[in-house]
């Protein structure tokens, strides 16, 4: 099957029309946006505005969404909440809620047919193409925790109306104090908007395919510092497959991870708690089971090149050497 390809099964997957039209507008649209600021109007605050949008959505993604929401990695006062759903639904994801749903159906069947964005099914079927073909969004199991949450879903049930209001009619509104609403509007609902998906869609593809394996084999997780580095830290996808609680993706201090150190700095000051570490000794136990397996890999594979080498050679020596009969005959 070619990367990308819908799965073939007993019932062929139908094109939502709805997402499809949608995520093809606004990749036009951004282009337009690219083409309006450089022929129509320019301002550095609109631009500005956009670069905020994009790191308070994509915090309210990394750091809400999924370790929040998603995976209970810590809790958060009901400021950071509302902050994260807002913003969260100026991200174009869907509410936190269908978001969680898929996400945690993601975990507990990675790289089956029952995993939304299964990188088996290929590269761009994993980083966007699973949109296309996704299923009713009413269709929302696995998440009874946050159904329970007001929050969650007033959001839920309002989804569409804030995405329209914190996308673009916020920033419209903001772009009115510098003279340039169209331009503010533009940048932070379809140019921020184009470059966020695609940030957070390469941790569905490129970290499934490329990087490192430090702490589980048994799925295609990866770590990635390039993909942590446009993400807010969550290129360290190996170590948060294998501890999905923790509420650190990059468990080293030094690793790129400022969705840690935004969730760890807020707790020093009341909005956020219970902060879940996984215990160093089990880190290192992981790390220890790769290594192992690895070895015994490595191993394996030299028994075998040494056992397909002395093959080789007495095949190759057989060949050279006459039969017996051969041999007698040719002296007489």
């Known amino acids: 099957m070619e990367a990308g390809t819908p799965p073939l099964s007993e019932e062929a997957p139908r094109l939502n029309w709805i997402n499809f039209l949608f995520i093809l507008s606004v990749h036009a649209a951004a282009l337009g946006t ?13 631009v500005a505005l956009g670069l905020f949008w994009m790191g308070a959505s994509s915090m309210s993604i990394t750091g809400g969404y999924h370790r929040l929401f998603a995976h ?47 990188i088996r ?12 073909y996704h299923e009713d969004a009413s269709d929302v199991v696995g998440v009874k925790d946050l159904q329970a949450d007001r929050m969650v879903m007033f959001q839920h049930r309002h989804y569409i109306a804030l995405a329209i209001l914190m996308g673009a009619v916020v ?32 941790i569905n593809s490129f970290t499934h395919v490329w990087g490192k394996q430090p702490f589980s084999t048994e799925n295609s997780a990866r770590d990635s510092f390039w993909a942590a580095l446009i993400t807010l830290g969550e ?11 923790d509420y650190r ?26 902060l ?7 880190i290192e136990r992981a790390r220890e089971t790769v290594r192992t397996q690895k070895a015994a890999a490595q191993q394996a ?32």
């Open 171 to 202: 920033p419209f509104c903001l772009g009115l104090l510098w003279g340039d609403p169209v331009g503010a509007m533009l940048i932070c609902a379809f140019l921020r908007l184009l470059l966020q998906w695609h940030a957070t869609f390469s």
């Open 276 to 282: 879940k570490r996984t215990a160093q000794e089990k």
């Open 121 to 132: 099914r290929g590269f761009w079927w994993a980083h966007i193409l699973w949109i296309f």
């Open 34 to 46: 690219v083409v309006y600021m450089a022929a129509v109007q320019f301002s550095w605050w609109s």
């Open 72 to 118: 209970n990695a810590y809790k958060a006062g009901w400021p950071l909440r509302l902050f994260y759903l807002l913003f969260g639904a100026a991200g174009v994801q869907n509410s936190a809620l269908k978001w969680s749903a898929d996400h945690r159906r993601h975990h507990n069947k990675v790289d089956t047919e029952q995993d939304p964005y299964n």
């Open 249 to 274: 993706n990059g468990v080293r201090w030094y690793h790129f991870d400022p969705t840690k150190w935004f969730v760890w700095t807020l707790s020093h000051v009341g909005l956020t708690r219970e």
């Open 235 to 245: 290129g360290y996808h190996n170590y948060h497959h294998r501890f999905a609680t």
């Open 301 to 332: 594979l030299a028994e075998t090149a040494e056992s397909a080498g002395a093959l080789a050679s007495s095949v190759l020596d057989g060949t050279r050497r006459p039969a017996p009969a051969l041999a007698e005959d040719q002296r007489r």
